[in-house]
């Protein structure tokens, strides 16, 4: 039986946590009714703290980290998936309860699956990853709730990250004026580059502020929460809506009731996790056609498999712009 390259991360008694490359055969693969031979991944601000321990995302062990990827199905009894069939995975658990992406296959749920879009390569398909895809999530809340480019900017904070930096390529290209708040001011020209059309240090918003502000921006995208999501929703316009999709600052949430009485803002929750399989299909459908692709090729570094531990330690530590992809 032939072997395939996995990362490994296990637990001893004393819950000391390690990481190593191994090699594995097809009877350790988890159940599953799709085994997918993985062509590519992607690292996650989420696979960071996985593979560093630095926060309690695993939660069986051991596990193959990576919540994400993309690959074409080498068995299947499914109804919906056939042998050759190129996949799209994002969420359900993977990578937390479930063997994930960083490994050379995977067999998972085939409800957890979609199709990947004709035309969008495996490449592209992860350079989107879970981070573009829910930038898609936010955009399409904020559609749903009305809020077109008549009606103001938008302000996506976090911008250099995966889902910051696709949210303000989607936004652009869709006609948005966008502010961009970033703890890097030296990436300015990279977020124009993307369409930002106003840069903001991130200590405008990241410290405890007035409980309603000047109103500022029409919507927001935002992956940080704690100080940064009250004050972004304390400058919201009237009737605005903030989707909120991350925690990079924090889980709290330091605001009032103000924005949401006196304005009428809308605080949007958006999970990419668990969302239904129509839902999904209807973002990536949206990305495949509304996602400037010459825009994500530059905002994407590739690597390789011998590179995904390193870089999810870069990426907790701030040192990524932008999405990495792992050809596998």
């Given amino acids: 039986m032939s072997t395939f390259k996995a990362i490994l991360v296990s637990r001893d008694e004393e819950k000391k ?20 031979a993985v062509e590519a991944t992607t690292v996650n601000y989420k696979d960071g703290l996985a593979i560093t321990g630095k926060s309690p995302v695993i939660r069986h062990w051991p596990m193959v980290p990576g919540i994400d990827f993309t690959g074409k199905v080498l068995g299947s009894s499914h109804k919906d998936f056939n042998e050759g069939d190129d996949v799209i995975l ?90 961009a708040s970033t703890g890097r001011m030296e990436e300015s020209e990279f977020l124009k580059n993307l369409g930002a059309n106003e840069i903001i240090d991130r200590n405008e918003l990241s410290e405890a502020g007035r409980p309603l502000g000047k109103e500022r921006w029409a919507g927001g995208v935002d992956a940080v929460g704690s100080h940064t999501l009250a004050n972004v929703l304390a400058q919201t316009k009237y009737g605005g809506a903030v989707a909120a999709c991350g925690l990079a600052q924090g889980f709290d949430l330091p605001t009032s009731v103000m924005p949401f009485i006196l304005r009428g803002v809308s605080l949007l929750g958006i999970d990419s996790v668990m969302a239904p399989k129509m839902v999904r299909e209807e973002a990536w459908s949206r990305l495949a056609s509304d996602l ?6 530059n905002l994407t570094t590739e690597i390789g498999f011998d590179d995904l531990i390193s870089t999810a330690t870069d990426i907790v530590d701030g040192k990524i712009r932008g999405r990495v992809v792992a050809m596998m």
């Fill in 17 to 36: 946590q390690s990481v190593e490359v191994t090699n594995l055969n097809d009877s350790d693969l988890m159940e599953g009714d799709v085994t997918v």
């Fill in 90 to 179: 994002n969420g359900f658990g993977v990578g937390e309860t479930h063997w994930g992406a960083y490994a050379q296959k995977a067999r998972v749920n085939g409800d957890w699956l979609i199709k990947r879009p004709s035309g969008v390569s495996a490449k592209q398909a992860m350079s989107i990853g879970t981070a573009g895809y829910t930038a898609m999530l936010c955009v399409m809340a904020l559609q749903s709730h009305d809020i077109t480019p008549e009606r103001g900017p938008i302000i996506v904070t976090g911008a250099n990250g995966g889902v910051g930096s696709v949210a303000i390529s989607l936004l652009s290209k869709l006609g948005y004026e966008v502010i």
């Fill in 292 to 297: 400037d692709m010459t825009k994500l090729e």
